[in-house]
């Protein structure tokens, strides 16, 4: 039997003088009561209680016993009542990491709309163009964009998305639009300085998927700052169209090679750890993002 339950047992009947009052607010029978308080001065090796056929008091030794108990108890039913609170209303730090430029475009500007929703709720957003370790970075949401090759977490699409390439018109008028995959190899690429799918020019083929080596003088570890460098005519960039499909309405960029499927998906996700007690924050930011971009994302619009 639990300690605490039979302090919880030894505190009420304290309280009532009574075994057969502890025994009907406790749902049990009052034998049941008397044996949990015999086990538990058996164990202590002390009596806490006198009884007699009308009440019980406390011994000495139960009086310090109780007053030792009551805090006790009380802490673990403050415990159990904010763990419950957590799993009821959203509330402490929730930990999100995104891509700079996804963030920016669809992340940030729904920050003020989630605070206003759950003002219990604190937001610690990073960005970061690599993909984190949700355990060892102690991130509770990311999102992710592409392949899940982890199937340790749960994943909530948030859109369909695709990979595209695009340029400045003034980069396309002065160096001509590539016709074909191959023909990257003759045009200023730009990439990610850092480790991502992205800067995998991937295009579905006859024979399968195809790798294109590109190259150029420009690279940058911000996607952002990758953004701005195609709009500037710097070269060509390969991003998602969540990233690049408002640039296009406006025409500062032009997709090309439109008729060349990439090879690999490029969907976004909002992963989280397994865990069967899903914490109240988790839950209500993906369903905040999955009400966010629904029924179909901004992105998809736009595009």
Not at 71 to 94: D, K, M, N, V, Y
Not at 100 to 114: K, M, N, S
């Amino acid at each position: 039997m639990d300690s605490s339950i039979e302090m919880a047992v030894f505190v009420r009947v304290a309280e009532t003088g009574n075994f057969s009052a502890t025994a009907r607010a406790l749902k049990l029978t009052p034998s049941a009561v008397s044996k949990l308080i015999g086990r538990l001065e058996d164990r202590l090796g002390a009596r806490l209680l006198n009884r007699t056929t009308r009440r019980v008091s406390l011994t000495e030794e139960g009086r310090t016993f109780y007053q030792h108990c009551t805090p006790i108890l009380a802490a673990i039913e403050e415990a159990e009542q904010a763990i419950t609170e957590f799993h009821g209303e959203p509330r402490g730090l929730l930990k999100v990491n995104a891509s700079t430029a996804f963030a920016q475009d669809h992340i940030e500007p729904l920050i003020p709309d989630l605070l206003a929703r759950y003002p219990d709720l604190r937001v610690q957003l990073t960005l970061s163009e690599s993909i984190v370790n949700l355990i060892e970075d102690e991130v509770d949401v990311a999102i992710r964009i592409g392949q899940l090759p982890d199937s340790s977490l749960i994943a909530r699409k948030l859109g369909s998305a695709r990979r595209m390439v695009v340029g400045a018109p003034a980069y396309l008028e002065k160096y001509g639009s590539p016709k074909t995959p191959d023909d990257l190899k003759d045009h200023n690429c730009l990439i990610l300085s850092s480790a991502t799918t992205f800067n995998q020019w991937e295009f579905k083929g006859p024979d399968g998927p195809r790798r294109i080596e590109v190259s150029g003088n420009f690279e940058t570890s911000n996607g952002i700052a990758l953004h701005r460098a195609a709009i500037a005519g710097i070269g060509l960039i390969r991003a998602g169209n969540f990233t690049v499909a408002q640039s296009i309405r406006k025409g500062l960029l032009v997709s090309i090679l439109d008729d060349f499927d990439a090879a690999t998906e490029a969907n976004v996700y909002a992963v989280y750890l397994h865990n069967r007690h899903l914490s109240a924050k988790v839950r209500a930011f993906v369903d905040f993002l999955v009400e966010a971009f629904s029924p179909v994302a901004p992105w998809e619009q736009a595009s």
